[in-house]
């Protein structure tokens, strides 16, 4: 776990490791909290990356991948470290590089310290993976735009402040069809629908959100107009390098836990650990995790370094979010029926680990980009 860390990077896992487990004491939350959403922003952890000036850390990409590592492992509510990513990585990070002054200086230290709350809207009902497919539109008038669509699957949605979405602003422009805003959830004609009933990462409330006319005004457009797939994709070069750090903290907990049961745990006379099958699971679990590891450190070096990052993006955006499904199955299995109920805890890292085969791009999807940046 600790190959290639300074003692810098060494001291910020265990400080962070250190908070959460004190800050973060319970279990899976039924819902969104507030108290822990400013917890976690005192913390530091919603502005890692962010610049100092503006309540941030400004640390890499790699030093925010081993905070999001420790928080993942440290808070047992998975939907929480994934608000957080998400509210950072989508949403305050291309504030922080495409933003007016002005919108800089009004949402960053807000939402670097908890205070505000950002929802990530790009996902339409036809416009998953295919974002080409987009409908939502921002129609120019004085002195801004009014958007109209629909957004679904807004994580952060029912307790978002601000929304950063995206929208056709000339249809014709090809590549520079759409243009990245930032929208206030308060203004005339935002509309956020009721929280979806998911299958895990309830701690992070998801919903609809449609904009009726909504007004954003011209300070508020990130980057020119015409950059929003711009905006977009670097974006997810800081969400697919950091964000499935949290994963890795999840597996790295479920593996301690694998590795007590089964030497505590006797069934014919002898300790769990001393049956092959169980003992080569547990191996399997650390092998998927370390090798999704040094993918997931390689992608961040990549990006830290200013090198394309498309590629390995990709190849630890699958082997993380893979791992970490098949390590909670596994550790369903050898806990038994104390892994199925839900006082143990392992059940929820299934139901967690489902949504990061889906989310910012499915396992197919990267496997295509994969493909692509192989030349096939």
Not at 102 to 123: F, I, K, Q, S, Y
Not at 174 to 180: D, M
Not at 207 to 233: C, K, Y
Not at 241 to 247: I, M, Q, T, W
């Amino acid at each position: 776990m600790e190959f290639g860390w300074s003692e810098d990077q060494r001291h910020r896992y265990e400080q962070t490791l250190a908070a959460t487990l004190d800050a973060f004491p319970g279990g899976n939350s039924p819902a969104f909290d507030r108290e822990n959403w400013c917890t976690a922003g005192k913390l530091g952890l919603l502005g890692a990356s962010l610049p100092v000036e503006y309540g941030g850390q400004d640390l890499g990409a790699l030093d925010t991948a081993l905070v999001f590592e420790a928080f993942g492992r440290g808070c047992l509510d998975t939907g929480l470290v994934f608000a957080a990513a998400a509210h950072l990585f989508a949403c305050a990070m291309p504030i922080a590089e495409f933003g007016s002054a002005t919108l800089r200086d009004r949402v960053l230290r807000a939402l670097a310290c908890g205070d505000l709350v950002a929802g990530n809207a790009m996902t339409e009902a036809d416009a998953g993976s295919d974002v080409a497919a987009m409908s939502t539109s921002a129609e120019r008038v004085d002195g801004g735009y009014l958007l109209s669509g629909t957004k679904t699957f807004v994580s952060n949605g029912p307790v978002a402040d601000v929304f950063v979405t995206y929208a056709v602003t000339d249809p014709a422009a090809g590549p520079f069809a759409t243009t990245a805003f930032v929208v206030d959830a308060t203004v005339p004609g935002v509309e956020i629908g009721t929280p979806l009933d998911k299958l895990g990462m309830d701690g992070c409330a998801a919903s609809a959100v449609t904009f009726d006319r909504a007004p954003v005004p011209d300070d508020a457009v990130l980057g020119a107009p015409g950059q929003g797939a711009m905006v977009f994709q670097h974006s997810m070069s800081w969400e697919r390098a950091c964000l499935f750090a949290l994963y890795l903290g999840v597996q790295d907990r479920l593996i301690e836990q694998s590795v007590r049961h089964v030497r505590a745990r006797k069934q014919f006379g002898k300790r769990l650990a001393e049956f092959q099958s169980v003992s080569n699971r547990i191996v399997d679990m650390k092998l998927r995790v370390e090798s999704a590891r040094l993918l997931l450190y390689r992608t961040c070096w990549a990006h830290d370094a200013g090198e394309p990052t498309v590629l390995f993006a990709a190849l630890s955006k699958l082997a993380t979010s893979e791992a970490a499904l098949a390590g909670a199955t596994d550790a369903i299995q050898l806990f038994g029926y104390r892994g199925y109920l839900r006082d143990q805890g392992i059940e929820a890292a299934l139901r967690d680990a489902v949504g990061g085969t889906i989310f910012s791009g499915t396992s197919d999807i990267q496997r295509q980009l994969i493909a692509i940046e192989m030349g096939l």
